[in-house]
C-alpha cells in the first residue's frame, strides 16, 4: 500500500496491527512477542521521510544511516532520493521486512541487525531516526549517542509527541501525518522533524539533565 504521507513510496503494510501481533507471537512461539513496528510507517517515520524527499539534497550522495529502521521507510526515502543508504533494527523481522519493502520500491539498501548505540559510525555522513522517543531507557542512550554524532554528521529524527524526545533540538519542519486509531487512539499526529544539537561538553549535557 502506499504510505498516507509519502505516496512516492509503497511499503508492505498493516491494516490492523493486532491480527499480525497475534500471529507474529504464535510464529514466534513468544507471548511476549513485542508490537510488530515494522508492519507499519510511524508518524515520526512519515514525517522525516516527507522531509528527506522535499530536501533531497541533505542526503544525496551521501552515506546515510536509518537508525532503527522498522520497515524502512525513512531509509526508502533517502534512497529514493540518491543516498547510499544503509538500515539498522535490532530486530531481525524489521531486516526482512526493510528487505521486502525496498525491493517492491525497486531500492537498494544493506540492513543489519547488530546494536550500534554508542558506535562511531566513522562511515556514515547523515543519521536518521524515525519515531524512537517512546521508552525512558533507550530513549536516553539515543540522545546521548545522537549528540555526540551531531559535533560531525547531520542528525535527524521525525517524532510524533512521543514523551521523551529531546528538548534541546531545532524543528525543521512539521506534519499533520494520518494514523490508525486502533494504534494511536488518535485519526492524526502532529509530528515533527528535528535536527539534534550537538554535546556542548560532558559537563554542559550533565547540567542540562539531557
Ligand atoms: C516505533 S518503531 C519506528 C520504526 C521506523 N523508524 C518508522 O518510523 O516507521 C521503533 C523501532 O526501533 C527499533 N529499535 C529499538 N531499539 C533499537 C536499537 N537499539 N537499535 C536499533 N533499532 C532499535 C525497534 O525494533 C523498532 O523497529
Not at 14 to 25: G, I, K, L, M
Not at 72 to 101: I, K, M, S, Y
Not at 107 to 126: N, P
Not at 156 to 178: N, Q
Request: a neutral charge.
Amino acid at each position: 500500500m502506499p504510505v498516507p504521507l509519502v505516496p512516492e513510496l509503497r511499503m508492505h503494510r498493516a491494516e490492523a496491527v493486532a491480527p499480525v501481533w497475534f500471529e507474529t507471537a504464535r510464529w514466534l512461539d513468544d507471548d511476549d512477542a513485542d508490537v510488530p513496528f515494522w508492519c507499519v510507517p510511524w508518524a515520526g517515520g512519515q514525517a522525516l521521510a516527507r522531509y528527506v524527499i522535499d530536501h533531497p539534497e541533505i542526503v544525496r550522495g551521501r552515506r546515510v544511516l536509518d537508525f532503527a529502521c522498522g520497515g524502512g521507510l525513512v531509509a526508502l526515502a533517502a534512497a529514493l532520493v540518491g543516498g547510499h543508504v544503509r538500515a539498522v533494527d535490532v530486530d531481525p523481522l524489521a531486516r526482512v521486512a526493510t528487505e521486502l519493502n525496498a525491493k517492491e520500491n525497486r531500492l537498494s539498501i544493506a540492513v543489519t541487525t547488530h546494536d550500534l548505540v554508542g558506535d562511531s559510525l566513522a562511515d556514515v555522513d547523515v543519521v536518521l531516526a524515525g519515531d524512537v522517543w517512546y521508552e525512558p531507557g533507550p530513549s536516553a542512550r539515543f540522545r546521548r549517542w545522537f549528540r555526540r554524532l551531531a559535533r560531525t554528521k547531520t542528525v535527524l529524527t521525525g517524532d510524533s509527541g512521543r514523551p521523551y524526545v529531546p528538548r534541546r533540538a531545532r524543528e525543521l519542519a512539521r506534519y499533520e501525518v494520518p494514523t490508525p486509531f486502533e494504534l494511536e487512539a488518535r485519526d492524526v499526529r502532529t509530528s515533527r522533524v528535528l535536527a539534534m544539537d550537538p554535546a556542548a561538553s560532558r559537563t554542559a549535557e550533565a547540567k542540562a539533565g539531557r
